[in-house]
């Protein structure tokens, strides 16, 4: 399973990757681009089907929520799971 987190100051509808950046432990960073060619940042987290890894990423999901408007964080915006095969 991956869990994956869009970061930026407005929402993105849809999300084209363009480009990986180096990453290393359990989530890869790409910069990504909406429809209006707006630039973001696209966290993948691999969570494994893993409960702890998940909730990890919900706890991270749910602190930056709260952190909206802080000029030192990002800002988050959306995230959704997909699950592999």
Partial sequence: MF?????KNYSIVKYQNE????????AIVY???DRKNNKFALKRQFTKENQKQLDACCREHSFLKQCVGHKNIVEFVDSYEMYSN
């Fill in 31 to 33: 910069i990504a681009s």
């Fill in 19 to 26: 480009k990986e950046q180096p990453a290393r432990g359990f």
């Fill in 3 to 7: 869990h994956y987190s869009i970061y």
